[in-house]
């Protein structure tokens, strides 16, 4: 009779088992570049090197589990750098900056809760280790339920997503792969064909420390498909302790599109050192031949007088205003090449990428990339630019 149950447990389990489907999958990028500092930076900012190497090592690691109408997934996201700018500097002297865009964004949890993360930084090296997302999802009926450590994607920008407070994009770094993750609620709402809502609840323990106090995001995005071609975006809730509102349109036309976002930001609620803040951009995509695709974004970010004018912060380049153009053509199946140009219209401050793309094998890539600011304008109304320096380099990647 024991040994029955027991087989009779071992075949329900597995026949439940059986029902389970997991994935895994993943990618892993090795880059190198060298570097020239600006003379500006060294003389007004305290970045008295010349000439440096960069390493890094990244990749992710990502697995799922979907059962009936559940699923469980998570990522580990690791990433080693190495080069003599992460070397400690006694006061008064301040770290070196440029590392921080080598390995925008660092922050790789945009609202946090838990400490699902170890870093170790030495004289000429930094290592993280993060547990980036880690959900659990369950679909019902018309609605979905998320809780966990979350990725937060919506918005059309790739250089300027203002609407998107919790993911930044990436468009204009080195780093492909890479996503940011939010612990918290989400509630999916589909209301009809057309119209989808998103609630989010978020914690965020970062800003005083993590010490245990919670800065809560209460957030809704909404999604309304007027048209086949017209479509709505509405976000509006309180996060980082600023009351915000804003949306996107998009059009589509027959091989282009155009959208647009705004946001507009309170003052802080809990103090008065602050002002509002604005946030808006115009995009255009377009793909102009089979092998010719071409974008535009043109941004407008209200300077925060009250944010420190020498760092990198949210943005991976620091500049009120901005125009965008970036150009891929496949010249081989093989073989893609890409240009962008990005100019500050306000101080002239001219930024040039370029990106040559190779297949060189099932599931890999190899690229060189060159990043120079080509015109470095006036720094009167925005020093940060001074710390952006002149990079080439090439990378490597596969994805499993």
Excluded at 117 to 140: A, F, P, V
Excluded at 246 to 270: I, K, S
């Amino acid at each position: 009779m024991k040994t029955f149950l027991i087989a009779l447990l071992f075949l329900s389990s597995f026949s439940v088992w059986s029902q389970v489907k997991t994935e895994v999958s993943g990618n892993l990028e090795a880059q190198a570049r060298h570097s020239w500092n600006g003379e500006a930076a060294k003389t007004d900012l305290a970045q008295n090197w010349d000439q440096e190497d960069f390493y890094m090592l990244y990749g992710n690691l990502n697995g799922k589990m979907q059962f009936k109408e559940s699923r469980l997934e998570a990522n580990v996201f690791g990433r080693h750098a190495q080069s003599d700018l992460y070397r400690e500097r006694g006061a008064p002297y301040p770290p070196f900056y440029a590392q921080q865009m080598y390995t925008f964004p660092n922050k790789l949890v945009a609202r946090e809760v838990f400490n699902l993360s170890q870093e170790h930084q030495g004289d000429n090296y930094k290592n993280q280790y993060i547990l980036n997302k880690l959900y659990y999802e369950w679909d019902y009926e018309e609605h979905r339920f998320m809780a966990g450590r979350i990725y937060i994607n919506y918005g059309l920008g790739e250089i300027f997503n203002p609407i998107n407070p919790f993911n930044q994009p990436t468009g204009l770094t080195t780093i492909q792969q890479v996503a940011q993750g939010n612990d918290g609620f989400n509630f999916t709402f589909y209301k009809n064909d057309k119209h989808t809502i998103d609630f989010y609840i978020l914690g965020d323990k970062s800003i005083n420390g993590y010490d245990g106090q919670i800065q809560k995001t209460i957030w809704a995005h909404g999604e309304y498909q007027y048209s086949n071609d017209l479509q709505f975006d509405y976000v509006i809730g309180e996060d980082q302790n600023r009351d915000k509102l804003g949306g996107q349109v998009r059009y589509n036309f027959a091989e282009a599109m155009v959208f647009m976002q705004t946001l507009y930001q309170t003052a802080y609620t809990d103090r008065s050192n602050s002002h509002n803040l604005w946030d808006a951009m115009l995009g255009y995509d377009q793909q102009i031949t089979n092998k010719w695709h071409i974008r535009t974004e043109g941004g407008y970010q209200k300077k925060n007088r009250f944010a420190n004018p020498t760092t990198i912060n949210d943005r991976f380049l620091p500049s009120e205003y901005f125009i965008a153009i970036a150009n891929q053509y496949d010249i081989h199946p093989l073989v893609k090449v890409g240009a962008t140009i990005v100019n500050d219209i306000k101080s002239g401050f001219t930024y040039l990428i370029s990106r040559n793309t190779f297949n060189i094998g099932q599931s890999s890539e190899a690229e060189i990339f060159a990043y120079i600011p080509a015109a470095k304008g006036s720094h009167i109304e925005n020093p940060a630019q001074k710390l952006v320096t002149t990079d080439v380099g090439m990378a490597l990647r596969t994805f499993f």
